[in-house]
């Protein structure tokens, strides 16, 4: 086996990739089959065919396993299990022709957990560290014709103990398998300096190469001996302009290309500094998933996370927790994106035990973790956007992190250290947290945190930088609270951002008895231990779909601020860049004027070129002549690309602001004129209204049947009202069931038809308590319009919040079509509402559903002023709000949905049901994080809100 080394896309040696249909046997126990099999002879006819790289338990043999941080077998540290599914694989291959002799190097760049190798025949060894690079010099033993490769890949090893970490447990050589040819002369290793000085500009270059060779770099006029430096100007690579400079690394025997990003990374005056100033992280965790090939994710699929991340203001990714493919940080460094790397390291399930026996605080385990820093730190030593290291995760603390942190001190000093398990921060140069909630980092933020027990260490911990390494959870729907986050990173130098948790929910795609595709998660291939959806937590589904959740995030890390009522006075917006290095001059301003949803008037606006930090206040331009009167009127202002980049084209919407210019005008109290009269049967008529003598309900509007409105208080509870079952208490789906307010029972106290009004009055309370609300309904009419008052009183002490407080109605499953006047396109609720924009906007109710992989609450509209439903001939029902709700519409009942485990247990029913909501319960994060903030709590209290409801024909 050959010491790691840094790796390159290409080179002018040879390579050959071995990826293609191999041979392949499972067996159940890692004994049973001899080794005869690595045999070249060996008659392996009867094996089936698998196709490398990838995972066998996606192929059909055996089943994916997931856990979070329990070890799927007995925890007796370094053994593992009997029943260690073991994969055989064979492989035949050629040489190409002009191949020639001489050294080779047969190169694996991941396998899980742990390989045995043979080439024709003979033994090469075995390795473990599955997401990292292991390589063989393999040169005297090739022929040109009829190579066979044997690998034998367990489940389970010793190494499996140190990838604990929260992920599916995928087995098989799932990256790069290739030969290439070293010829004599040709790169053992190279390390790439290149440094920049902010106070100069200039950059310098140093190329440690063994053997010694010569670089140049052709832009900049280069060409120097390795181990030689050279002091020239110019421009830094940093991740808003990653400048990259094309050079050539020439030895004897091999010409790599290099693609240099000079950049210097500093912890100084308690701030992470790139190129002399403080950077902001608007962060993600990565992990590499894809929902039918699992960790093997193809170059495409790598790059369309990065674009998608580039549009959606993502600045920064945590490779959490390994290394990723080497291809995603050459486009990191092509895209622009700070990379946090970790290493390969993960032992939370030690946790369970208090943390007794932690291999990170075993000396005999620590050749296996230096081993492990060390593939990491030369594999990917090169790339720029690499800014720190991070010694893994959740491991505890101990000697062995110790090790790593000092062995990579000394390999790598430009870059500094990341670990989050380490309060004491001992090994680290940022002091970094996850899922710490908003109160605790404002303390943090003003340094002045819970000391540490040691003087001298909380003394240097108060003096690091900042970073969330995992926060705003983004299990199902949320995560809520992100903007509350932002403004604390604006506002304390020292919080330099942090990462969502996480990009991608990793649910595996299968497809019912039915053929209907379907997101599978833990519990789902019937796991004896497994932890459910908590494996889908992204801000993408796993078809990389983006969620309402990567929406919100966007808007509340733009990079530029558009507001308008900053007291600048009306006509005006401020714009503050919030660009680390970029100035405003690669953006073009343009501004709308709507009335009611409607565009009067556009154009671009003048903003000047401001610098990092700077901020203007811009006069608007005389809003629209003859506007004036017709309703509510927005600006909007937005920033888009002015050129194409990399990532994006021209036109790209990176940053956007409203800004009211004629308020709603208060919808004037209509005057009802219709008095209620008993009609035939037991019914009142009032207006359009047909209502139920008895009950008091509404029957039917303008003669087509109508189900309700009636008070509703339930919502299918998200992964955040449900929390992790180790939050901390109270968890507000467990409140909410335990008050038994999915099962609210309404008793009609009158019905009362009298002068110009019909007043049904009701108590609506769960079984077994005392606790209840008082609603009483007021409906008022015309010809033809029908308005509900309805006021609400709680009676009793109510102990948690209301998940949602609303009226919940059913039509006809023909009106298919939603317009509305409000926040849009995506869903909104109070704490996850920045990027919903007032307009007008119109779609199938089908689409107002967001497909969360757990079935739960999704898809309110906020702000809504007025909703329209409609058949495709036009006809339908109109709602206005007063004041605006929260609207959502769907074919299946808040039942169902809450009874939903998979996507499709949703069946479309005969009817809608609408929700028209004057409050829901913020979403907050905490399936893993903090709860909602007091101000997005949905507290019981009295509260008056109307409707008033109209056909459309
Ligand atoms: C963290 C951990 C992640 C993930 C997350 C919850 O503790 O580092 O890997 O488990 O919580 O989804």
Sequence with gaps: MLPPRAWYAASDAAR???????????????????????????????????????????????TPWYTNTAYPFPVDPPRVPDENPTGDHRHVFDLPDDWGEGPAVLHFGGVESCARVWLNGQELGHFKGSRLPHEF????????????????????????????????????????????????????????HAGFDHLTGE????????????????????????GESATVPVRPWTAEQPYLYDGQLVTAGETVPLRIGFRTVRVEDGLLKVNGRRILLRGVNRHEFHPQSGRTVDPDTMRRDLLLMKRRNVNAVRTSHYPPHPAFLDLCDELGLWVVDECDLETHGFAQQGWRDNPVDDARWEPALLDRARRMVERDKNHPGVVLWSLGNECGTGRGLSAMASWIRDRDPSRPLHYEGDRSCADTDVYS??????????????????????????????????????????????????????????????????????????????????????????????????DGNFVCDGLVFPDRVPSPGLGEFKKVVEPVRIEGGTGDGPGAVRI?????????????????????????????????????GEAAVVKLPPAPAGAVRAGEAIWTVRALLAEDTAWAPAGHEIAWGQLTAVPRPAPAPPVATATPRRGEGNVVVLGPGTFDATTGALGY???????????????????NDEAAPWQPEPRPATEWRRLGLHRMRHRVESV???????????????????????????WTARRDWLRLELGVDPEGAWPVPL???????????????????????????????????????????????????????NGARPGVRWAQLTRTDGSGLRIEGDPDFFFSARRWTDEELTAAAHTTDLRAGEELWLHLDHAQHGIGSQSCGPGVLPQHRLEVAPARFSFVFSSLR
């Design 576 to 612: 503050t860049n919030l660009y680390d290095f970029a100035d405003l001059g690669h953006l073009d301003f343009r501004w709308r004027y709507e009335v009611e949803g409607e565009v009067r008037g556009h154009g671009r606006l003048a903003v000047p070129a401001l610098a990092p």
């Design 203 to 226: 950059g310098t270059l140093r190329v440690e190469c063994s053997p010694a060779g010569r670089v140049t770099v052709p832009e900049l006029g280069l060409d120097l001996a390795t």
């Design 752 to 778: 009362e038809p009298g002068p110009g009004a019909l007043v049904v009055r009701t108590r609506v309370a769960p079984a077994g308590s005392p606790l209840a609300l008082h609603a009483v309904y007021r």
């Design 701 to 719: 509007l303008d003669g087509v049947q109508v189900g309700g409105p009636r008070l509703d208080v339930w919502r299918a509870p998200t992964d």
């Design 137 to 192: 010099e393999v040169g005297t033993l090739l022929r040109p014709r009829r190579n066979v490769l044997a690998v034998r890949v367990h489940q389970w090893s010793s190494g499996s103990y140190l990838e604990d970490q929260d992920q599916w447990w995928l087995p098989g050589i799932f990256r790069n398998v290739s030969l290439h040819r070293r010829p004599e002369g040709s790169v053992a290793d190279h390390f790439v």
């Design 16 to 62: 050959l990739s071995l990826h293609g249909t191999w041979r392949f046997r499972l067996a159940p126990t890692a004994g049973a089959e001899g080794d005869a099999f690595a045999r070249p002879d060996f008659d392996d006819a009867t094996w089936q065919e698998l196709r490398v790289p990838g995972t066998w338990v996606l192929k059909g043999f055996g």
């Design 803 to 857: 998940p949602r407080l609303g009226v919940r109605m059913s039509v006809s499953g023909s009106l298919g079509f939603a317009e509305w006047y409000g926040g849009g396109p995506g869903e909104g609720y109070p704490d996850t509402r920045a990027a919903a924009r007032i307009g007008r906007w119109s779609m199938p109710v089908d689409a107002l559903q967001t497909p969360y992989v757990r079935p739960q609450e």
């Design 433 to 530: 947290r996850m899922y710490a909630d908003h109160a605790e980092v404002e303390r943090i933020g003003r340094r002045a945190e819970e000391p540490l027990a040691d003087p001298e260490l909380d003394a240097r911990r108060r003096g690091l930088p900042f970073v969330l390494c995992e926060y705003a959870h983004a299990m199902g729907n949320g995560p809520g609270g992100l903007g509350e986050y932002q403004r604390l990173f604006e506002t304390y130098e020292r919080c330099q951002g942090g990462f969502v948790w996480e990009w991608i929910d990793h649910g595996i795609r299968r497809r019912t008895a039915e053929g209907e595709v379907f997101h599978a998660y833990g519990g789902d291939f019937g796991e004896e231990l497994h």
